[in-house]
């Protein structure tokens, strides 16, 4: 297998992670640290520390030292200028006494000084760059079980077994390839028996989720999994488990030991030196000093020489003076003496990795006779086996100072020992104000490395017990996660009405609406231009008969002895007065008076209401209503019958015309009024009708089963040949619309609008007892300070683009929301927000277009058919 790094091909060897073929290939340098740019090498060789991040096929900061090799893949240093082994940013080494912590908030102080350095350390700053342009895939996938146990170690495969014999569903989760835990690498523990885990793999009702990695453990015992690579067509599927109960058996982990110059590549934990050993085949050195207090180096020292690595000597931290080397170590010098060696094991203190029991909602505490932090306090639901509940680790009898203040603590931010000791003189001496003060345990690593370093420092620049220091916070994610694994698979979902294949055959240009797709427009000829055919719609909608689909609006059937109550609440209009056959304007705010969403409502008997609502607000409305439902004991039923309705506009001065051809139902202005509603019959199919005038012509607005909308919009199109009915679309009816001056909510309304100053307090009713924004809406009626919404009428040429800015006296005034060319007018006309104070009729405002200021005239009238005429006929 080969693959790619630097542009070089490398050989690995089958199950080789990239760090251990490159290990094996002479590489020691993996990464150059994040402010220093010091040459860093394998230090945990278990994806703890962030020492082997590298850009991996495109992605950034993959820990190369859990990463499996793929034939071709790609491998680059990040983070250096121009190369691992040669970083000209590793000068700033030399400055460091220039940049102490929290350095840029003291001496950027000024905003030009700032301004000018933002960019150059906006560029030397952060870690990996994306440079991927190939898509890939992700996929979520959801799993319930009774227990999930976290690490397939030996005490979660004890557990798994002990479950899955009780007959419960177990998930056993592992971030390694094969189950085992530290036992495949640590040989003298005694291996985990091969026919305990055959048993295991051998019940149906216990899956094992291997090279996956449990990053978070939420409410809810919600746990969020990232399976890698588990199919050909997916390199990651994000599992959320959701388990009755989840046991942590996640082990342990080993943290450096601090002396000067611990962080030189060559300088590894000893449980790296034992995987790469074991796991890998691979000798880290040829000659080796093994670092580590007395009863904790036996272990290393053995394996080391029987794997025939010279161990020259065995040393504690506090020994050592320190290390020498440039790119790597080249030996060590010691109170003892002075050893060549290219590898230093150290045996570093051992720490329960129990992040999952903490977001669980346990805690950490200081036990003095472990020398550790242990979890305690759990929830029911979750328990701690083995390592990760400090069994079997050894007792640490303190955390061990920093030798010298140059000592990096933190190797993700390069936070030294002196940066700590200065945040603390700084009066950052809590753990968790100086972690965000000086970055450590912030960084790839989250305080793995680290934390217990810092501690012992706090601890003793402010006199306090470690105990009394206690730990930083715990906080999913926890190893971090893929932005693709979050987001998961590029699933768009589109909603068809049910006229769409219809819409097609009429040549439609299709635009996307919230979840929907809507016809933009008809080009009914090659020959015309969107243009052209959008002005071929306006007329025939304004002088002969046009047909719109509608179906995208919410509806919503609402039955019951109560419904005009709960109307009543919600909606700022009064509804239980609404006489059976009527529709009214419906107008909905928040308790704050914010207009939210508007649409009719239709009242078809005494106990049955229809509503429509905007086409991307529906499930919203639908909660609203739900919400100042519940617990008031109201006999109401509310239906979202959406998707079991079709709906059509069909508008113009003859479109009762058309219509009569296909029903019975009186249409004439006598029997059939202005917002009037009618349950009747439209070429056989039995169908709500709605009279009213959203673009300002004589219209019906027909809801009627889905499975029938097709047959209807063709049946109506065919009765219309005559009266030279034309489909029109989204495009048209926003023309149509704005020329009377109606309002889209959400495009001329903003989070901030209320109905006065949108032009809308005809549609509130302060005389109703109570509803919700009542309060704000009685002081906005009568204190409309911000700004009110106009119309206008350009008088120059051009067309504002939306948002364009609105200039009165000299000075900004606001902006335009909605500008359309009108054929009716002869002039651009638009919606735009001024202040109230300029919101007068026939006043001059200035609009910009295409960069120049034109005139225009307010008005407060709609642009077409200010009375309303055509509306009636
Ligand atoms: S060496 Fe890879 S994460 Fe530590």
Not at 26 to 53: D, E, I, M, W
Not at 99 to 120: D, L, N
Not at 849 to 856: C, F, I, S, Y
Request: glycine content about 10%; charged content about 20%.
């Amino acid at each position: 297998m080969n693959f790619l790094f630097q542009g070089h091909a490398v050989e690995a060897k089958d199950g080789d992670t990239i760090a251990a073929a490159l290990y094996r290939n002479g590489q020691r340098t993996f990464s150059r640290s994040f402010k220093y740019h010091r040459p860093r090498g394998l230090l945990c060789v278990a994806g703890k520390c962030p020492n082997c991040l590298m850009n991996v096929d495109g992605i950034p900061n993959i820990r190369t030292c859990i990463t499996s090799v793929r034939d071709g893949m790609r491998v680059k240093a990040q983070n250096v200028f121009p190369s691992l082994e040669t970083d000209w940013l590793s000068i700033t080494q030399r400055f460091a006494w220039l940049m102490p912590v929290g350095w840029y908030y003291k001496t950027f102080t000024h905003r030009t000084s700032w301004h000018a350095v933002e960019p150059f350390i906006r560029k030397v700053a952060g870690l990996g760059e994306v440079l991927t342009t190939e898509s890939r895939s992700y996929e979520h996938s959801w799993l319930h079980c009774d227990r999930a146990v976290i690490g397939g170690g030996w005490a979660g495969i004890e557990a798994a077994q002990a479950a899955g014999a009780r007959g419960e569903q177990v998930v056993l989760v592992d971030d390694q390839p094969e189950l085992g835990g530290q036992s495949r690498y640590r040989k003298r523990g005694g291996k985990v028996p091969s026919d305990l885990i055959e048993r295991l793999q051998a019940l149906p009702n216990v899956r094992i989720l291997l090279d996956s990695y449990c990053f978070g453990l939420y409410e809810g015992n919600l746990l969020g999994i990232v399976q890698r690579n588990p199919h050909p067509g997916a390199v990651e599927r994000l599992v959320h488990l959701r388990a009755e109960h989840t046991t942590v058996t996640t082990g342990a982990y080993e943290t450096p030991l601090l002396f000067p110059n611990h962080d030189l590549p060559g300088v590894m934990l000893s449980t790296g030196v034992l995987r790469l050993l074991h796991l890998y085949g691979i000798q880290a050195g040829k000659r080796a000093v093994v670092v580590g207090a007395r009863g904790a180096t036996e272990e290393i020292s053995a394996e080391l020489r029987d794997a025939g690595i010279q161990v020259m000597a065995t040393v504690s931290a506090e020994q050592v003076r320190t290390v020498t080397g440039s790119a790597s170590v080249k030996g060590i010098q010691t109170e003892v003496g002075r050893f060549a060696c290219d590898l230093i094991a150290v045996c570093g203190l051992e720490v329960p990795d129990a992040g999952l029991a903490v977001q669980a909602g346990g805690k950490l505490s200081w036990s003095a006779a472990h020398g550790m932090f242990l979890p305690t306090g759990l929830p029911k639901h979750v328990s701690l086996l083995g390592a990760a509940a400090g069994e079997g680790l050894r007792a640490n009898v303190s955390i061990p100072l920093p030798p010298s203040k140059r000592a990096f603590v933190c190797l993700c931010s390069d936070v030294s020992s002196q940066d700590l000791c200065d945040g603390v003189a700084e009066g950052f001496d809590h753990i968790e104000t100086l972690k965000r003060y000086t970055t450590t345990t912030m960084g790839p690593c989250q305080g793995r490395m680290c934390q217990l370093s810092a501690i012992g420092v706090c601890a003793h620049e402010t006199g306090r017990s470690t105990a009394e220091i206690g730990v930083t916070t715990s906080r999913p994610p926890s190893p971090g996660v893929t932005l693709g694994a979050l987001a998961g698979s590029g699933h768009n979902p589109i909603r068809r009405t049910p006229m769409h294949y219809a819409h097609e055959k009429l040549g439609v240009v299709w635009m996307d609406m919230s979840d929907w797709r809507r016809p933009r427009y008809y080009r009914t000829s090659p020959a015309f231009a969107e243009k052209e055919c959008i002005q071929a719609e306006y007329r025939a909608v304004r002088e002969a008969v046009g047909i719109i689909d509608v179906s995208t609006l919410g509806k919503l059937a609402l039955r019951g002895a109560d419904c005009g109550k709960l109307l009543d609440k919600v909606y700022t209009h009064r509804f239980s007065d609404l006489p059976p056959g009527r529709v009214r304007y419906a107008l909905m705010c928040d308790e704050g008076g914010v207009i939210l969403d508007d649409g009719t409502i239709a009242r078809l008997g005494d106990d049955r209401y229809f509503i429509t609502t905007t086409t991307g607000n529906l499930e919203f409305v639908q909660q609203w209503l739900d919400w100042y439902l519940a617990g008031t004991g109201w006999d109401v039923h509310i239906a979202n019958v959406t998707a079991g309705y079709g709906a059509m506009n069909i508008a113009g001065p003859r479109s009762r015309e058309v219509l009569s051809k296909l029903t019975h139902c009186d249409l004439a202005s006598p029997a059939f009024p202005y917002m009037a509603c009618r349950e009747a019959e439209v070429g056989a199919i039995p169908v709500v009708m709605l009279r009213i005038g959203f673009v300002g012509e004589t219209g019906w607005e027909i809801h009627c089963p889905a499975e029938s909308a097709e047959g209807l919009w063709e049946a109506l199109l065919e009765a219309g040949q005559e009266s030279k009915i034309r489909p029109f679309g989204v495009e048209a009816q926003r023309l149509l619309r704005l020329e009377k001056r109606h309002v889209i909510v959400g495009v001329d309304t903003d989070a901030l609008t209320n109905p006065y100053e949108a032009d809308l307090a005809w549609a509130v009713k302060l005389e109703k007892p109570d509803f919700v924004g009542k309060a704000c809406l009685s002081r906005a009626a009568v204190d409309l300070s911000r700004e009110r919404l106009i119309g206008f009428v350009l008088r120059g040429p051009g067309l504002p683009q939306d948002g364009a800015a609105i200039v009165a006296d000299g000075e900004l005034a606001g902006r335009v929301t909605s500008t359309r060319h009108s054929p009716a007018r002869q002039a651009a006309v638009g919606l735009g927000w001024v202040k109230v104070a300029q919101a007068k009729e026939g006043m001059t405002i200035n609009v910009r277009v295409d960069g120049k200021l034109v005139p225009a005239t307010i008005t407060m009238q709609p642009f077409y058919d200010p009375e309303g005429g055509r509306l009636r006929q």
